[in-house]
């Protein structure tokens, strides 16, 4: 079971990072769903590390718009397994991610 998790991580990283490539290539972004895809399987295999991992780096790689989906599954690994200093720092950064996706007030 362990080394068929590990063989989907792998897989699931290799796609990542050939999609990473071609977005850069491109002037695009990674695709959203291979992202969440990517977190549901590490939340399945609890592969921590890896998962918080993935979704920092999925904040990077993501439009705002888009990351803003990654926000309440960070939440809840952080509620489940991080501890209360995590869970405000999260907070505090999903707010942050909050107000500067916002438009300026007046602007139409």
Known sequence: ?????????RVYAL??????A???AKGGSV?????????????ASA???NLRELL????LLLPAAEAAQLWP??????AQFGTAASQAELAKRRAAAAADAEPPAGAA
């Open 1 to 9: 079971r362990a080394a068929a998790a590990e063989t989907g991580r």
């Open 15 to 20: 796609a990542l990072a050939k999609a990473e």
């Open 22 to 24: 071609s977005a850069q």
């Open 31 to 43: 695709p959203a769903g291979l992202v969440l895809s990517y977190a549901s399987y590490l939340r």
């Open 47 to 49: 592969d921590l590390p």
């Open 56 to 59: 920092e780096r999925g904040l």
């Open 73 to 78: 599954i960070y939440a809840k690994v952080e």
